[in-house]
């Protein structure tokens, strides 16, 4: 692909892609889909999810193409022992993605594994349950603080945790008093992990797309330079 940005060690790419796009841009990414891929299109109950899905599963294969130098058909991809994603051409290449709303974010590097989420700040009708089921007392306390930011917050924490998880080839399966964090200065420290996981030195860095959208990346190297990209700059 001509003029795709060169990733190089101590540097981390953030793609945003919109799923609001036209009918072509649609096909485009459909295009470039491998029969498995497609079969996994209707057990997508509502059409939203399922072209979400086309959307994203597309640009991550045109984004992994590019970074290989191959064509995105050609793109292999296995699972780790827990689900998560690799490439099969590259191993050395790390990548995670994340979606919320209309939006897909993905994240590379070459110098560890990542792990980014994201997610658009929307009315939760148990956002109480979640808050109490979900963080350590420490963090509650953070999160209520401010009545008026007690949503916000919330999706900042939980971001947090779900990119470090994802970071580590988890899901949400360690309990709240297993994983703490905090957040304070505009920074993300993590102040425990229990239980059975190692515990390594990660960083973590928040980023907004938008004012409706909080979202975390987490990642191994120190000091990392990340670049965001709009995915249209490739198509314009």
Do not use: C
Not at 127 to 141: A, Q, V
Request: aromatic content about 12%.
């Amino acid at each position: 692909m001509e003029d795709f940005p060169l990733l190089s060690s101590g540097e981390l790419h953030l793609w945003q892609v919109s799923t609001d796009i036209t009918p072509t841009e649609f096909e485009e990414f459909k295009s470039v889909l491998v029969e498995k891929e497609l079969t996994k299109v209707p057990f997508f109950k509502f059409k939203q999810a399922q072209d979400s899905y086309i959307t994203s599963q597309g640009a991550l294969r045109i984004l992994l193409a590019g970074y290989l130098g191959i064509t995105p058909k050609l793109v292999k991809l296995g699972q780790r022992r827990k689900g998560k994603p690799y490439s099969i051409d590259d191993e050395s290449l790390y990548f995670n993605m994340s979606h919320s709303g209309n939006l897909t974010v993905l994240a590379f590097s070459y110098d560890s594994e990542v792990g980014i989420d994201i997610e658009q700040i929307r009315p939760l009708p148990d956002l109480d349950e979640m808050i109490n089921k979900n963080f350590t007392t420490r963090e509650i306390k953070f999160i209520i603080a401010k009545p008026e930011e007690k949503s916000s917050r919330f999706f900042r924490f939980w971001t947090v945790k779900e990119s470090y998880l994802k970071a580590i080839g988890e899901g949400m399966r360690l309990t709240p008093d297993n994983l703490e964090f905090i957040i304070e200065n505009n920074s993300v420290r993590q102040l425990s992990v229990k239980g059975i996981f190692d515990q390594q030195d990660w960083n973590f860095k928040e980023f907004s797309v938008s004012n409706d959208y909080v979202g975390t990346i987490t990642y191994g190297r120190e000091n990392t330079i990340i670049n965001h990209i709009a995915f249209n700059t490739l198509i314009s």
